[in-house]
């Protein structure tokens, strides 16, 4: 697992990509409070993240992460103006 720095925090990430394409940092070591499944891939690429409802986060028995969004101290200066 590769990791880099946020650039607003500093703390480590990793990145994943949506089911629709879209990066998204995510915090690297899994949270009992996670609710986002890794799905590595083969080729080294970025892994797959699948963001789970409450129900089926409770009901896996697999790691789950957290999005970097939900932790950083900073989340707001990434947030898009609409």
């Not at 990066?23 to 590595?40: I, K, S, T």
């Not at 986060?57 to 707001?76: G, I, K, N, Q, V």
Request: proline share 10%; glycine share 4%.
């Amino acid at each position: 697992m590769q990791t880099t720095s946020c650039s607003a925090c500093g703390a480590p990430i990793r990145w994943a990509t949506t089911t629709k394409g879209r990066r998204m940092p995510m915090d690297p070591d899994p949270h009992p409070e996670g609710n986002v499944r890794l799905q590595e891939l083969d080729d080294g690429i970025a892994p797959i993240a699948h963001v789970l409802d409450a129900l089926d986060a409770s009901m896996t028995s697999e790691p789950l992460y957290r999005s970097h969004f939900a932790t950083c101290p900073e989340s707001e200066s990434f947030r898009r103006k609409r």
